[in-house]
């Protein structure tokens, strides 16, 4: 008889990975779901890809020079670097995390 392990919540980043797995990967995505792994290796990527942005986004403003007086200067440009930066990051991750 089968159980199922508890199952977390999977996150953006996790049902990104999942989409790839299904699509793309579907020997891997069956053997580990049929080891009760799934969820637990998709929680696992979803955490290591939130981090990695976090950390890519930090380290992007950092060096831009992107900081509170941009944002009292220039809200608009505040927010396109912002959002420069997040894209940036987010590709960053989809090759080296999440498309894997």
């Known amino acids: 008889m089968l159980e ?4 977390k919540e999977i996150g953006k980043y996790g ?3 999942l989409e790839y797995l299904k699509a793309h990967r579907k020997g891997y995505h069956t053997t580990l779901l049929m080891e009760g792994t799934l969820n637990q290796r998709l929680c696992e990527i979803d955490n290591e ?3 990695m942005v976090e950390n890519i986004v930090s380290r992007l403003v950092d060096e831009r020079g992107i900081d509170e007086n941009l944002k ?3 809200m608009f440009a505040w927010v ?6 997040k894209a940036s990051a987010e ?3 989809l090759r080296e995390v999440i498309f894997v």
């Open 80 to 85: 396109a670097e912002m959002n420069n930066i």
């Open 91 to 93: 590709e960053i991750v």
């Open 72 to 74: 009292v200067r220039d």
């Open 4 to 7: 199922l392990p508890e199952q």
């Open 15 to 17: 049902r990104m990975h």
């Open 49 to 51: 890809a939130k981090t």
